[in-house]
């Protein structure tokens, strides 16, 4: 029976591709000759150097987690995630792009997080060609699956830990699309299992406790457990009421899954269903374990009927405790099993469903590390999502060729034989109550703007910095005859960060195209207005824009907006009452643009807002903003820069760090949700004796505060 292989098998094979990219030698036997290879492993995994002091992340061992405290834990502070798990609105088929799916069946996207580097892990860095996930609408549970060396550990012979957490830009944006985050839990490792079950006299785990601690401050959901080699009988005993004490003391909502690969007697034997070898795992003895199970991958019709018929036999809810797993890192658009097994067209949905590998979508770009070759990236995760026609209305596989006999990939890059996961899995959204706020900032650019004003050259990447993106990628019709309108993010113009949408069409073929872009749930009661910013390249005459509204009493149909004239130059800000629909609950915004006839068409919508009733309320200014550490190059031309503030849990959607220049115009230098911020490379300008950072604190509905300052010295 053909099995994924193991994570750590995955882990090496990543390892040494990385290493013979970067000109070290690689044996036949997999050994390595690491003579003068750490700098290029590093440039290899990094494209771009780890500035000195640059904070990172790392794994934790038995001796790590014991003795953990946020104070002993290197840069610690700095990968915290404070974002809020974000609820979700009630489902509304009428408004879904398929509307026959059902709500019921979850997903967990596992996925890696650690901006491309085996060694170490950034929140945010100075690169343009990150993987970053823009389809947070179809998962539940989000998880890492790598594994990181233990801190102090050597970059040519690490330790790795059993535990790594998640980053914490990821689980920001995971949190706002309300999808759980969770840690990754990986063994075989260095060392003895034992050590990380060691139980006090009063029946208490220290590690338990510890890993509960660091899911608090870290700011994370809970962990999935991937226990993937066999241990003695006794620590497998000892596991089980080491994860039914973690169990019992977690919070509310936390998550443990577990992975389908060990006996209770401690044998590495994957299972491939839900039966009564693996359900000790979620409850044993009538106590609750973990609350979940991802399924090995080599499940067939018979072993998904036996799954079910476990879980209701057992008296749990299948859809909550089983996913059947998807392996996508190794076989592409092309896995050997199945999906219409677990989800047969025009029925409901048998299991849950586990994803492996959805970064495949980056990381099978060839040209994945070259800022001016990113759109196969964003094509490939469109298909993946929504669908070999890239549209959640249009999904379903449009070629089958069974695998060969061989079991060897049928082309695992042939995106037609994936149906998408939209075809599977009905979008969910968070937009429930106002306000409302996107610039369709992506997580990543090529410069950074503000206030339509492009403010920065350099690129870079913070998945923390995501705004919520459309929920249908792209569901886009056109009207009467010839093409429609297309529409993209785009990274060369934004009103604030490093994109904006666009809608464009060709001259000669534009017809008005309506845009479908968010499922919401948004009561309106009276005061409430629409706020839209936009520039097109026809100043000064009709925009062709309009917002559309489509409200849960009358779901086949949308009342349109007019946004009216463009500005004479520039950005257009547009503000359009909803007085009218005063008592009724908006389930969806859509856009319709109408090019002028024969001529080419260009616009970009940099913001969409939907706002409550009464004047916005710049949030107070920021307190105890302060330079703790400053470290300038030799030359004293560039430095890095460790700041911190005094940290306010509401009324802020954000904090922005600001470089201001000699003119008085701010310079970005990051945007976060909390109390500290690391800045890379802060460039000297001129002769300059200090530098004046400026941190701005920014409401939920976008509104500003006035900026504290500091000061960077260089004398």
């Known amino acids: 029976m053909e099995q994924r292989p193991t994570a750590?098998?995955?882990?090496?094979?990543?390892?040494?591709?990385?290493?013979?990219?970067?000109?070290?030698?690689?044996?036949?036997?997999?050994?390595?000759?690491?003579?003068?290879?750490?700098?290029?492993?590093?440039?290899?995994?990094?494209?771009?150097?780890?500035?000195?002091?640059?904070?990172?992340?790392?794994?934790?061992?038995?001796?790590?987690?014991?003795?953990?405290?946020?104070?002993?834990?290197?840069?610690?502070?700095?990968?915290?995630?404070?974002?809020?798990?974000?609820?979700?609105?009630?489902?509304?088929?009428?408004?879904?792009?398929?509307?026959?799916?059902?709500?019921?069946?979850?997903?967990?996207?596992?996925?890696?997080?650690?901006?491309?580097?085996?060694?170490?892990?950034?929140?945010?860095?100075?690169?343009?060609?990150?993987?970053?996930l823009r389809f947070w609408q179809y998962s539940d549970l989000y998880s890492s699956w790598h594994g990181m060396?233990?801190?102090?550990?050597?970059?040519?012979?690490?330790?790795?830990?059993?535990i790594n957490l998640p980053n914490p830009a990821y689980t920001d944006a995971a949190h706002r699309n309300?999808?759980?985050?969770?840690?990754?839990?990986?063994?075989?490792?260095?060392?003895?299992?034992?050590?990380?079950?060691?139980?006090?006299?009063?029946?208490?785990?220290?590690?338990?406790?510890?890993l509960l601690e660091m899911a608090d401050y870290f700011g994370f959901d809970g962990y999935f457990i991937n226990q993937e080699a066999s241990i003695s009988s006794a620590d497998a005993t000892r596991l089980m009421a080491f994860l039914k004490y973690l169990r019992a003391k977690a919070p509310a909502g936390f998550h443990l899954q577990w992975y389908d690969s060990l006996t209770t007697s401690g044998q590495l034997a994957y299972q491939n269903q839900f039966n009564d070898a693996n359900a000790p795992w979620v409850r044993h003895q009538g106590t609750?374990?973990?609350?979940?199970?991802?399924?090995?991958?080599?499940?067939?019709?018979?072993?998904?009927?036996?799954?079910?018929?476990?879980?209701?036999?057992?008296?749990?809810?299948?859809?909550?405790?089983?996913y059947l797993g998807t392996e996508n890192e190794k076989y592409g658009f092309n896995p050997p099993y199945d999906t219409r097994l677990v989800f047969p067209e025009g029925g409901r949905a048998q299991t849950s469903w586990a994803l492996f590998g959805t970064h495949m979508a980056w990381a099978n770009n060839p040209d994945r590390g070259d800022p001016d070759k990113q759109q196969n990236t964003f094509v490939r995760e469109r298909r993946y999502w929504s669908g070999p026609?890239?549209?959640?209305?249009?999904?379903?596989?449009?070629?089958?060729?069974?695998?060969?006999?061989?079991?060897?990939?049928?082309?695992?890059?042939?995106?037609?034989?994936?149906?998408?996961?939209?075809?599977?899995?009905?979008?969910?959204?968070?937009?429930?109550?106002?306000p409302f706020v996107t610039r369709f900032n992506t997580g990543h650019g090529r410069a950074f703007f503000l206030d339509g004003v492009r403010?920065?050259?350099?690129?870079?990447?913070?998945?923390?910095?995501?705004?919520?993106?459309?929920?249908?990628?792209?569901?886009?019709?056109?009207?009467?005859?010839?093409?429609?309108?297309?529409?993209?993010?785009?990274p060369t113009t934004a009103y604030d960060g490093g994109s904006s949408l666009l809608v464009s069409a060709a001259r000669g073929s534009a017809r008005a195209t309506t845009v479908r872009l968010f499922k919401t749930g948004l009561r309106v009661t009276g005061g409430e207005s629409a706020r839209l910013v936009f520039r097109t390249d026809r100043p000064g005459q009709d925009s062709g824009l309009e917002l559309g509204l489509v409200f849960e009493d009358a779901p086949d149909r949308t009342s349109w907006l007019a946004a009216g004239r463009a500005a004479a130059s520039g950005w257009t800000t547009v503000t359009l009452p909803l007085d009218a629909f005063r008592g009724r609950t908006v389930a969806a915004l859509h856009l319709r643009v109408?090019?002028?006839?024969?001529?080419?068409?260009?616009?970009?919508?940099?913001?969409?807002?939907?706002?409550?009733?009464?004047?916005?309320?710049?949030p107070a200014r920021p307190t105890g903003f302060t330079v703790e550490k400053a470290h300038p190059d030799a030359?004293?031309?560039?430095?890095?820069?460790?700041?911190?503030?005094?940290?306010?849990?509401?009324?802020?959607?954000?904090?922005?760090?600001?470089?201001?220049?000699?003119?008085?115009?701010?310079?970005?230098?990051?945007?976060?949700?909390?109390?500290?911020?690391?800045?890379?490379?802060?460039?000297?300008?001129?002769?300059?004796?200090?530098?004046?950072?400026?941190?701005?604190?920014?409401?939920?509905?976008?509104?500003?505060?006035?900026?504290?300052?500091?000061?960077?010295?260089?004398?």
């Open 455 to 490: 403010r920065s050259d350099r690129e870079w990447n913070n998945a923390g910095a995501q705004d919520l993106l459309p929920t249908w990628q792209w569901w886009v019709r056109g009207e009467g005859d010839g093409a429609a309108a297309t529409v993209d993010y785009d």
């Open 594 to 618: 109408s090019p002028p006839a024969g001529d080419a068409y260009r616009l970009n919508l940099g913001e969409l807002a939907l706002l409550p009733a009464g004047s916005s309320q710049p």
């Open 8 to 132: 750590a098998t995955v882990e090496r094979r990543a390892f040494l591709k990385m290493l013979g990219a970067a000109g070290v030698t690689v044996g036949l036997a997999g050994t390595v000759s690491l003579a003068g290879a750490a700098g290029a492993a590093y440039a290899a995994e990094e494209g771009r150097a780890r500035a000195p002091h640059q904070p990172y992340m790392h794994g934790y061992n038995a001796a790590g987690l014991t003795s953990w405290t946020p104070a002993s834990d290197p840069y610690a502070r700095y990968f915290r995630s404070r974002v809020p798990l974000a609820s979700r609105i009630a489902p509304f088929a009428a408004t879904q792009a398929r509307p026959a799916l059902a709500s019921e069946a979850q997903v967990m996207n596992m996925s890696y997080d650690y901006d491309n580097a085996f060694f170490t892990a950034y929140r945010h860095n100075d690169q343009y060609a990150r993987r970053l």
């Open 635 to 715: 030359a004293r031309t560039t430095a890095e820069a460790f700041l911190a503030w005094d940290f306010a849990d509401s009324g802020v959607w954000y904090y922005d760090v600001w470089r201001l220049r000699a003119d008085g115009t701010p310079e970005p230098l990051g945007r976060v949700y909390d109390d500290v911020h690391y800045v890379k490379s802060l460039t000297r300008e001129g002769t300059e004796t200090a530098t004046t950072l400026a941190l701005v604190a920014v409401s939920p509905d976008g509104t500003r505060s006035a900026p504290a300052t500091a000061r960077v010295t260089w004398a």
């Open 178 to 210: 309300g999808v759980k985050s969770l840690a990754g839990w990986f063994w075989p490792r260095n060392g003895s299992f034992s050590a990380y079950l060691e139980q006090r006299s009063d029946g208490s785990f220290p590690v338990a406790d510890k």
């Open 288 to 322: 609750a374990v973990n609350n979940s199970i991802f399924i090995n991958y080599a499940w067939n019709a018979s072993r998904v009927a036996a799954s079910v018929a476990t879980a209701k036999r057992l008296g749990m809810k299948v859809h909550d405790v089983v």
């Open 149 to 162: 060396p233990v801190a102090g550990s050597s970059t040519t012979d690490p330790e790795h830990g059993l």
């Open 389 to 434: 026609n890239e549209d959640p209305t249009r999904t379903g596989r449009t070629e089958y060729v069974p695998w060969p006999d061989n079991g060897r990939p049928n082309d695992p890059d042939n995106h037609r034989k994936w149906d998408g996961v939209a075809h599977y899995i009905a979008e969910r959204s968070v937009i429930g109550s106002f």
